[in-house]
């Protein structure tokens, strides 16, 4: 976090926060108690016995606290605070400690009466058992730190280790999508792929709609003669950044760029490219996103940088996408990212012709965007950390601890910020579609507006409730997805929609600072708690007002009242499925179906719920008549892990998604890999559906990623599937009818997909300065006949081995057949610069 993303007093002050960890640490040896510095903490998974215990599900765990201070940690009066992503067992008691909630996912362990102190040197074990599963160590509690009562605003952070489990027997039996995934099911898995030669390659992804290949070649001796009109002036630029720096100035070939009519396409992303060794390189696009995404062809079809006698094949390609609406969602809400990462990945959604950028801005966890008007949404919402006093700042989530200066924790965007962002991503044609949560999941904006009511109220101001989102009278019990008791705006206060119309204004009006005018604007509408506002006074003289039976018709009355505040600002509104859902139920059962309310209001539905019993509703949503986004979670949700092994990173509540999961979407066939039976009673998608999908997204939570390496390792090349989905036509095996048919075309076009991504897309990525610190797969082994054989997810990886039981270096023995060495064989895949993926071992004896 810059010293531009708050005020100076607001940085003072988290300045002075700082440097109390270390003062309350030499605080607590004065008063003579143990030093939380010199305090150890582990947690660990734990092997349940067989029998009554392991029946009984969820995970079996224990922390561990080692006192190496040569003081005691006393009986009472501390609590040690930690953040988790799952469920906590409140209430558990070990050793004289408990579990006590605290906000959301932020617990702590209080010593009971029963607790006799912890003497130096000694070691105490707290065992409880998790409600869940829990067996990768991204979901294991993180960020300990210890408050003592006598210093309550000050935590010092212990620490910590995390000693998961190499294979948990709760994961499940074998066949399980919780077993463990070993050497030798990768080896089979990736079998499917073999090595191509470079020019069986296909030359570019996303695939194009048509490409015509020429005899001849173009040489590249010299730097391009580019020429482009001054509406192409961003596009000359990006024409000028393709070629190598090494190349001569002078008489290249001619590249022509312009906006003219591409014969027999009608999307304005529509392009022409040529390359013709007598006549040089000419695109022609619709529009001058068109031509972007022409000179994007063009990079894919250059030589690798630091190719000798560089050259261009000849060939023309006509090419259009096949989705208007190409997206992807970033939250920087859970875990902030600062604007040079967001730029990174608008070039890199740009060079794989994405074009929606979903800006997750606000949540529970944190508010990052900058509102003029009401700085407590920035000044309290995007600040996290300790603090006993309410009203202060944010509490600790996913990791941030005690720190209010933890750069992922603490946050946001300035209005200078964000129009840069919005300026960086018109200039490469990419649409910014902002996200402000609501009613649920909104309790950053919520904790903000009440320490301002208070503040206000406190200065005897009559408006102090101007903007206030929480009934104060609210005794409603409810708990949200992520175990907040106060994360909803209150649909039954007229300063709801006072603050809601402020918002919108603020945002719009950026917008057209920036030049970029904003044409819809994301307005949540996911996982509102069940039995929020039932026992609200605001709420419940609301719907007495309004004649209103239910909160469900609260929900549409809120929203009604939404979009006409959207509609005011010339806007569209966008939300999550539940926006355009209605709950019921059916045989007694909790049913969603397509609410009838808001079909004629021009909503667009991003539809994320794709898990058992609701696998059709984006369809049934689309046949209503709503427009329509796909983001299913066992599909297109990029932070769950890849598999279920520890060394996974990632969540796993809705799916595991690998790079083929992405790559076997079909958008209009959701449900083609469920058995038959499964599939009765579903709805298919309907002629008129498929004509209100508007698109594809793939989206990042960022709850177990907080730093911007982990980004890349999530999104790439995940990406690439993506793009393709969104891109490229339906592919022949989709479509084919003969089963046998469609596995020999689906085995061939993956063999062509991942031969170009491990030979030609992410080397390039390595090469060209990008910096993208992609996930590198561990290979694949198995044993035959006594020899190891290794592969790869990507053919063209350059795999490196030792046999000594030690870790592959850049130095070590290169793969080139089967390995014919005994003893322990590590092996691991290497990038073009030498960084290593992941390891994978087999005895070999």
Avoid: C
């Amino acid at each position: 976090m810059t010293n531009k993303t708050m005020s100076r007093g607001a940085s003072a002050l988290l300045f002075m926060a700082a440097l109390a960890a270390p003062l309350a640490a030499a605080s607590a040896v004065a008063q003579g108690v143990a030093d939380p510095a010199r305090l150890q903490l582990r947690w660990e998974m734990q092997r349940a016995p067989a029998g009554p215990q392991l029946a009984q599900g969820g995970s079996p765990a224990r922390f561990v606290l080692s006192n190496g201070d040569s003081r005691a940690l006393p009986a009472s009066a501390w609590s040690i605070y930690f953040s988790g992503i799952d469920r906590m067992p409140a209430g558990a008691q070990s050793n004289g400690l408990v579990i006590e909630p605290v906000a959301g996912g932020l617990f702590r362990l209080r010593p009971t009466p029963a607790f006799q102190g912890l003497a130096a040197g000694e070691t105490l074990e707290f065992s409880y058992r998790h409600p869940d599963s829990v067996f990768m160590p991204s979901r294991s509690p993180a960020a300990p730190y210890l408050v003592y009562d006598a210093a309550p605003e000050t935590g010092v952070p212990l620490r910590y280790t995390v000693t998961p489990l190499s294979e948990p027997p709760q994961r499940g039996k074998v066949g399980s999508p919780h077993a463990a995934v070993t050497p030798e099911d990768t080896y089979w898995r990736n079998a499917r792929a073999g090595l191509l030669p470079a020019d069986q390659v296909p030359p570019v992804l996303p695939t194009p709609l048509e490409l015509r290949p020429g005899a001849g070649r173009l040489a590249l001796a010299a730097r391009p003669r580019i020429a482009a009109g001054p509406a192409l002036a961003t596009e000359a630029a990006l024409a000028r950044s393709l070629f190598p720096a090494g190349l001569p100035a002078g008489e290249g070939p001619p590249l022509r760029l312009a906006v003219g009519r591409v014969e027999g396409q009608d999307s304005p992303e529509a392009y022409r490219l040529s390359v013709r060794a007598a006549e040089g390189i000419e695109i022609v696009g619709n529009s001058a996103a068109g031509v972007a995404h022409g000179l994007h062809t063009l990079r894919e079809l250059m030589p690798l940088p630091g190719a000798v006698s560089p050259s261009l094949p000849e060939l023309e390609i006509v090419d259009a996408p096949r989705f208007a609406y190409r997206g992807f969602m970033l939250d920087v809400a859970r875990n902030f990212h600062g604007k040079e990462t967001v730029f990174k990945w608008l070039d890199l959604m740009a060079r794989f012709k994405l074009n929606k950028f979903h800006f997750h801005l606000t949540d529970d966890e944190g508010w990052r965007i900058e509102i003029a008007g009401l700085p407590e949404l920035t000044a309290i919402g995007a600040v996290r950390g300790h603090s006993a006093r309410p009203g202060l700042r944010l509490p600790p989530a996913y990791g941030s601890g005690p720190d209010p200066v933890d750069a992922a924790g603490s946050g946001h965007y300035t209005r200078e910020d964000y129009k840069e962002i919005l300026r960086y991503a018109a200039a490469r044609h990419i649409e910014v579609i902002p996200e402000i949560e609501m009613p649920g999941h909104a309790r950053a904006a919520v904790q903000a507006m009440e320490a301002r009511y208070r503040r206000l109220q406190g200065e005897g101001r009559r408006d102090a409730a101007r903007y206030l989102l929480n009934d104060l009278e609210d005794r409603s019990e409810y708990v949200s997805a992520q175990y907040f008791r106060d994360n909803v705006i209150n649909p039954g206060l007229e300063s709801s929609y006072t603050f809601i119309e402020h918002v919108v204004k603020e945002v719009a009006a950026l917008h057209r600072e920036a030049g970029v005018p904003l044409r819809t604007i994301h307005m949540g509408g996911d996982e509102l708690a069940s039995g929020a506002w039932e026992k609200s006074p605001a709420s419940l003289a609301m719907m007495r007002k309004q004649g209103l039976k239910s909160s469900a018709d609260l929900w549409d009355y809120f929203y009604q009242r939404v979009d006409a505040i959207v509609r005011k600002h010339g806007l569209r509104t966008a939300g999550w499925e539940e926006l355009a859902a209605r709950k019921t139920t059916l045989d007694g059962a909790p049913k969603l179906i397509p609410n009838p309310y808001f079909t004629r209001q021009g909503f667009v539905a991003y539809v994320w719920n794709n898990t058992t019993g609701a696998e059709d509703l984006a369809y049934r949503l689309a046949n209503a008549g709503y427009d329509i986004v796909l983001a299913p979670v066992t599909r297109m949700y990029f932070d769950m892990a890849r598999n279920p092994n520890p060394e996974e990173h990632g969540v796993n509540w809705g799916a595991y998604v690998d790079l083929d999961t992405v790559y076997d979407f079909v958008p209009f066939d959701l449900m083609r890999d469920m058995p038959e039976a499964a599939r009765a009673g579903k709805d298919r998608l309907t002629d008129y559906g498929k004509r209100r999908v508007l698109g594809i997204q793939a989206t990042l939570f960022t709850e177990a990623v907080r730093d911007p390496a982990r980004i890349d390792y999530m999104l790439m090349p995940r990406m690439l599937a993506l793009a393709e989905r969104a891109w490229a036509a339906d592919p022949g095996w989709a479509t084919a009818k003969d089963p046998a048919k469609a596995a020999a075309l689906h085995r061939a076009a993956w063999t062509g997909f991942v031969n170009a991504l491990g030979q030609r897309v992410l080397p390039r990525l390595d090469l060209d300065g990008s910096r993208v610190a992609y996930r590198i797969a561990p290979p694949g082994l198995v044993l035959d006949k006594g020899r190891v054989l290794a592969n790869h997810l990507l053919p063209g990886m350059v795999l490196r081995y030792t046999s000594d039981g030690s870790d592959p270096t850049p130095a070590s023995k290169e793969v080139a057949g089967p390995i014919l060495e005994k003893g322990r064989i590590r092996v691991a895949a290497f990038d073009r610069n030498g960084r290593r993926g992941a390891i994978a071992s087999i005895d070999a004896r």
